[in-house]
């Protein structure tokens, strides 16, 4: 098939409007008056010139220009509204608020609505929407912006939150914050069913862990040294990527064991396949992950084929003292414990960090020994929660509610803060102890003490100016203390 535009003469005026052409005037009428995208030179020269004339002229915010640091920075984004015919209507800044890194805190500013649009056409409320999805793509888990006093009801009807009152430039305004709910939407996807959906089964003594271990990832198993994990994997990824659903079956497995400080020693499987080739697939995975790390032996299970995809596995791991995820209390320090290595897992970006694919089995055993070795008060490997989620869950086990300090938590150059924070890692531990206690001899990760446990419920987020803002603000699971 030809396209349209393979017809034009190269170097001949621009191409007609399809539309236009065919006179489908229903649909033409119906296409929004502008469109917003990222400013090129030509819209960031007229954006500019926008602000001068409404911010040093109309409102004579400023003596002599707008312009400050921000936009110089090469990390500023400038998004703006364009008509029908190319001509910038208004504009917004946005970008990280701190120099070096960007730590996930974004701050907008610089709305501008030309004066002949202004009010008639929501140019503006598009442009703070643009902005808002933006920032939250980028990664941030925090966006501000200071608006005058006039624009607050519009930022408040668009969902913004009233923070405080600030001078900008001897002009009152209002500093306002957009909710990013990135995290509490996936706690809420992932983990807040889990205490309704267990309320009714209490159970006899030993259920769902047992006393002091509630909700941990590994049950030790009563009136012995074993501990018992179990993992499924999404059937999606059971379907389209079968070796790296064994792989991750087995990492989440001996990850689990690896957080309660016990030795694995033994896995069973449980596998659902179309045929005997998906299933030889999924088996080469497991084989390969278990190899890897150190031989763990395969026992057994069982396997249906002419079915669609699924795989779970059963970890069996021993320890005399298996460290709790609910053992934290007020004060404690929280530690981040990472592989860095790898990157994003082809067809998971932002999901899935893949860390241990080519690690060597020293250095994961090394990682799967750092708990044991280390014996914190408190372990819970990162899930499927991410960071946040996860440390939700500790804390809310331990009785406490946490802070975690984002510009000291490790973190891999290749990934945002909002992804890193909540994607599931190849190997990341929390772990809680008092002040000044020893790292996690955990080989090639690297760990960072990053936060502590208070008293209260829920997980805050401190940025660099001492501000605290809201990750999840009750428990994650409802399953209680431990």
């Known amino acids: 098939m030809i396209a349209y535009e393979e017809l034009l003469p190269p170097g001949g005026p621009p191409m007609p409007d399809v539309l236009s052409l065919l006179g489908d005037r229903a649909t033409l009428s119906g296409q929004p008056p502008f469109r917003i995208e990222a400013a090129d030179a030509g819209a960031l020269a007229a954006y500019r010139r926008l602000r001068h004339q409404v911010f040093v002229r109309e409102q004579g915010l400023f003596a002599g220009t707008d312009r400050d640091d921000r936009d110089d920075d090469s990390r500023t984004v400038v998004l703006v509204a364009r008509s029908g015919d190319g001509g910038v209507l208004g504009g917004v800044r946005l970008g990280p608020a701190t120099d070096g890194p960007d730590i996930g805190w974004w701050y907008g500013g610089r709305l501008v609505v030309d004066g002949a649009v202004r009010g008639t056409r929501g140019v503006g409320p598009a442009l703070v929407r643009a902005a808002c999805a933006h920032a939250e793509a980028a990664g941030a888990l925090r966006f501000d912006a200071t608006v005058q006093v006039c624009n607050e009801p519009l930022f408040a009807r668009l969902g913004w939150d009233r923070v405080r009152e600030v001078d900008v430039a001897g ?5 306002m914050r957009w909710p990013v709910r990135r995290v509490h939407d996936l706690v809420e996807a992932t983990k807040a069913p889990l205490g309704p959906l267990l309320d009714a089964a209490t159970g ?3 259920a769902f862990g047992g006393a002091g271990f509630v909700g941990d990832d590994g049950a030790p198993v009563p009136g ?8 499924a994997i999404v059937p999606a990824m059971v379907e389209r990527d079968p070796e790296w659903a064994g792989w991750c079956a087995v990492l989440a497995n001996v990850n689990d064991l690896a957080a309660m400080g016990a030795e694995p020693v033994g896995l069973l499987d449980a596998i659902g396949a179309r045929n005997t080739a998906h299933a030889g697939r999924l088996v080469a995975g497991l084989r390969r ?3 890897a790390y150190g031989g763990i032996p395969l026992l057994g299970g069982h396997t249906q084929l002419g079915v669609p995809g699924s795989l779970s596995v059963t970890a069996l791991g021993r320890t005399a003292h298996p460290v709790p995820g609910g053992g934290g209390r007020a004060g404690h320090e929280v530690r981040l ?3 860095l290595g790898g990157g994003w897992r082809h067809g998971y970006r932002g999901r899935q960090w893949d860390s241990t694919s080519h690690r060597r089995t020293p250095e994961l055993r090394a990682m799967l020994g750092a708990v044991a070795a280390a014996r914190p008060a408190a372990a819970k490997d990162v899930s499927m929660a991410g960071v946040v989620g996860t440390l939700g869950m500790l804390a809310e086990a331990s009785g406490c509610a946490a802070v975690l300090d984002v510009a000291r938590v490790p973190r891999p150059a290749g990934a945002t803060v909002g992804d890193w924070l909540t994607c599931f890692p190849g190997f990341a531990v929390l772990t809680t102890d008092d002040a000044g206690s020893d790292p996690l001899p955990a080989g090639p990760a690297t760990g960072a003490t990053c936060g502590e446990l208070v008293r209260g419920g829920g997980v805050g987020l ?3 100016d001492g501000e605290i803002t ?4 009750t428990t994650v699971t409802g399953m209680g203390d431990a």
């Open 171 to 175: 002009v009152p305004h209002t500093l």
């Open 204 to 206: 006899p003594p030993g």
């Open 224 to 231: 012995s040294d074993l501990v018992a994990a179990c993992d």
């Open 289 to 291: 992950a278990a190899d």
């Open 337 to 339: 414990t990472a592989d």
């Open 462 to 464: 401190r940025w660099p």
């Open 470 to 473: 809201a990750a999840i603000t």
